[in-house]
């Protein structure tokens, strides 16, 4: 298990999603509303207006709180006016790091990404750097529990999925960007459940992390970046030992 899904998986046996609803209601409600400042308000011809609608939906946030979002974005209600900014740097390790942010003050944001990865061992750098190791893919999580791996797989290439990956405790999904909503529809209808499904920087290729200080120090920065309220989401190319995984997350 490596990079995105690896950290998806930390946070949630951390329990740091359901401890920062109230983040995660940030995050969503600036992506709704800069989604429809960029493609409108309407979802059925703004896919990405309709993807962060979805995951609000999955999030259970409430329908005002949608709607809201949509107007602010719309600009039918005033509202803050969102830069959408992608930093790139180096973490502990030569972990290659992604940090996709929305804000409204670019000096702050860049000012605070850099000093977090300063303080752990690593150094932000000049756009394009590292953002050549990534591709942008649809990506769901699917705990294995919950579904056989021929119904899935089945279901997902039918969908138009690009590959099911299997990995320890999970499935990855993976499609193009422009079948994400098609697969993820397809795949809810068929009563399978997600861990994870987002848009996201997938690696393409990974860097081991074996040593369990440099480990540390590179959790520490992601949490770091992650807690910051500007940033979006945080993607990294690491991987790590499940079992040295397993101990540093109780």
């Avoid at 409600?29 to 989604?35: Q, R």
């Avoid at 990865?117 to 990534?134: D, H, I, P, Q, R």
């Amino acid at each position: 298990m490596s990079g995105h899904s690896k950290w998806s998986t930390i946070k949630r046996k951390k329990g740091a999603i359901d401890a920062k609803r109230g983040k995660v209601f940030t995050r969503l409600i600036k992506e709704i509303t800069v989604a429809a400042r960029h493609g409108g308000g309407d979802p059925e011809g703004n896919p990405r207006l309709r993807s962060a609608i979805a995951t609000a939906k999955s999030e259970n946030m409430p329908k005002d709180n949608i709607a809201r979002a949509i107007k602010k974005g719309t600009g039918e209600i005033a509202g803050e006016v969102y830069d959408e900014i992608m930093y790139e740097g180096y973490g502990p390790g030569g972990v290659a790091i992604l940090v996709e942010c929305l804000t409204d003050n670019r000096n702050r944001t860049v000012a605070d990404v850099r000093h977090y990865f300063a303080k752990n061992n690593g150094n932000l750098g000049e756009s394009g750097c590292v953002a050549y190791m990534f591709d942008k893919k649809g990506l769901l999580l699917i705990d294995k529990s919950t579904v056989e791996e021929e119904t899935l797989m089945d279901a997902a290439l039918e969908a138009g999925a690009e590959d099911v990956v299997e990995e320890e405790s999970e499935f990855q999904i993976l499609t193009a960007p422009e079948e994400f909503d098609g697969v993820r529809g397809a795949l809810e209808e068929a009563g399978i459940s997600f861990l994870d499904a987002s848009i996201s920087m997938v690696p393409q290729n990974t860097v081991e992390v074996t040593d369990e200080k440099i480990v540390r120090a590179l959790m520490k920065l992601m949490e770091s970046l992650e807690d910051h309220d500007d940033v979006q989401n945080v993607y990294a190319n690491f991987d790590i030992d499940d079992d040295l995984m397993e101990l540093l997350s109780e």
